[in-house]
């Protein structure tokens, strides 16, 4: 079913956005470069890391903080926080991260409802390093958040969400890639728009012409960072990136870090200049708030 293009004719919704993704409790710990080296850490990089080398991290991390998190659920939180209404989809295993994750993502008064696997793997958990200079290195371990599989999906709340949001990290593992694809289905099938974060440039390079597909195809709105679309497209320029996704997508939104974001919507190219920050303390989940700037603005027909 294509998308009506006039608010009029879409279908009523009980939820603004609908986020689905990787369940994760964010640890976030403040060490130097040298921390990095040590566990020999790509900085600024998402990597997967096996349970082994996630209790090692851990055990060497100093002071750490704990949230819900997995890019999805922050752009879910950050939706909330604005006034806007948002549900979530995501697995967790009934332990104490996920006892937390829940309580935590309940507290934001995001919509959950997807019960605790009794048994199986742990719950998710991704050690966040965040360096003196303020970028953030992420190294995850999936746990049970890999076996979310198309019976876990909440047909009323996808069908009854004005906007699905899908976080690209999730096509990593064949089995959430399935579901993923299942939820486009039947958000699209019932008249909704359907919105994709690309994550990460090492994760665009892993599923390129999946993605490409995608953007292709059911996508509307597309999410990335400079990296990641002149990844997708194959670019050398963002200029080249920025005509490459013109029209290929309703809009794309592309952040550019201090040189602020572009927004690209038919022929139509918006740049937002980037507010000067004297010192960056953290960029843990910069893009997936600036997400949730723009879906609340969205559902609400604000101007681009």
Known sequence: MKYPKDAEERPEATFDVVGI????????????????KEFELVKESMALIDKELAVNIYEKMSSTSQSSGGSAANTMTGITSLGG????????????????????????????????????????RSMIIVT????????????????????????????????????????????????????????KGAGRKISFTLSDSFCVLRHHQDWIDLVNGPIDILFGNEEEIQALSGSDTFEEAVNWVKGRVEI?????????????????????????????????????????????????????
């Open 85 to 124: 209404s948002a549900a979530y989809i995501g697995k967790v295993r009934k332990d104490s991260l996920g006892e937390f994750f829940i309580q935590d993502i309940h507290n934001a008064k995001v919509h959950y409802s997807l019960d605790p696997a009794p048994n199986g793997l742990p719950t998710a």
């Open 21 to 36: 993704g990787n369940a994760i409790v964010d640890v976030i710990s403040h060490e130097s470069d040298q921390f990095l």
């Open 132 to 187: 003196p200079d303020g970028a953030r290195t992420m190294n995850t371990y999936l746990g049970i958040s890999t076996t979310l599989y198309k019976e876990d999906l909440d047909i009323e709340v996808l069908e009854n969400s004005k906007v699905l949001y899908c976080e690209g990290y999730i096509w990593d593992i064949e089995a959430t890639k399935e579901t993923i694809r299942s939820a486009i289905a039947i958000a």
């Open 252 to 304: 794309a939104c592309l952040t550019r870090a201090d040189k602020g974001s572009v927004i690209v919507h038919q022929e139509e190219i918006i740049h937002i200049n980037a507010k000067p920050v004297q010192k960056i303390v953290d960029s843990t989940g910069a893009g997936d708030l600036y997400a949730a700037g723009f879906l609340y603005g969205y559902t609400r027909e604000l101007d681009l």
